[in-house]
């Protein structure tokens, strides 16, 4: 069987076994693709629609690293903060509590501020006006107590990329939405994923999105609009989540970081020697894999499998979704997914994930 053969395979097994209703696999090397392939269904209930290589899929946590964290790059590359610049300099004095004062933008990208996991604020953000939901998760997120001193040890957070997105905007005056819009992905030469807020018409018919959840919360499947609860409450942009694209449009940032740890000549809003820092394990402790904003492979049991080199940055996505770039080989493998899809119950893609990424690098690594 060849390579492709086998790797189409397994997304098939993968579609006949129920770990996901549908996919798409694209690989590239150098940037040029080596395997692009939709399987499945874009969407099992109330109707059943065939997956293709154009469907736009619910991002979820890649927000992190593709909208959020490249902009935080172009703000430190542009010198208008720094990475060690504290909650205390960042967001108004008079917002952060003493106990946070001291957290830095630097532990807050690599997931050890000492901020919890999640929390369900769209339960009670529900009840107030959208206008003031933002203003009012911040004040809850600064409210917590931490779960551990800062750079002590290590927990994904949500809550630490919602605060991102608030420095975002306190250091340029715009918000997310307009800011990745105009500032990062406008720059890229090349169709980038978005953020589709709330009631903003997308341009986008509904038959172009892979459906999520039912959502109990909201008495509905969804589909082409935030799967995130709490990005959901905030109309749709937020720093941990809300981000939309094709495995296209995700390619299209991954090339362009390729490019600029390359030195192309590559017209990108962000610095090469700033890029190159914020994709190094940042190491602010030892149990961490976290690069900024970034994962990297772990030393056994990664969701990356065991052939990407230790040169390799990725994230996945609550969704279904995930991307592993091998900086060294050049390799990209973006791996869209809607698992969620009828209900997030489904997490067999845990065990499915470094299978298909040994897979891939056996054939093209």
Known sequence: MSGDNRILGLLHKAVSEGIFPGSVLL???????????????????????????????????????????????????????GLDDSLAKLLPSTSV????????????????????AWKPYYLSLAALPQMTRKSQIRRQILAEPLAYPPATNTAYSDLGFMLIEW???????????????????DHLGC??????????????DHNQFADTEYCPWRGRIISGEVHD??????????????????????????????????????????SRKQLTEFL???????SSTWALGFDTPASSDSSAGHYFSTNSVGHLGFTGTSFWLDLKKKIAVILLSNRVHPSRDNEKIKEFRPLLHDAVMEEFG
């Open 27 to 81: 690989v590239s090397h150098s940037k040029k693709i080596i395997f692009f392939e939709a399987v499945g269904n874009s969407s099992l209930v109330p109707t059943v629609r065939p997956m293709t290589r154009q469907i736009r899929f619910d991002l979820a946590s890649l927000t992190k690293p593709l909208a959020t964290t490249l902009s935080t790059l172009c703000l430190v590359s542009q010198g208008m903060v």
């Open 97 to 116: 509590p003493e106990d946070k004062k001291k957290i830095t933008l630097r532990q807050l990208l690599s997931h050890c501020s000492g901020l919890p």
């Open 167 to 185: 420095i975002i905007e306190e250091s340029t005056g715009v918000d997310l939405y307009h800011f990745t819009r105009e500032k990062l992905f």
């Open 191 to 204: 169709d980038a994923p978005g953020f589709i807020p709330l009631g903003e018409k997308s341009g986008f």
């Open 229 to 270: 609860e709490n990005a959901y409450a905030l109309g749709g942009v937020a720093g941990h989540a809300g981000l939309f694209g094709t495995a296209q449009e995700v390619k299209c940032v991954l090339d362009c970081i390729l490019d600029t740890i390359s030195g192309e000549n590559t017209p990108v809003p962000w």
């Open 280 to 286: 190094q394990p940042a190491r602010l402790h030892t």
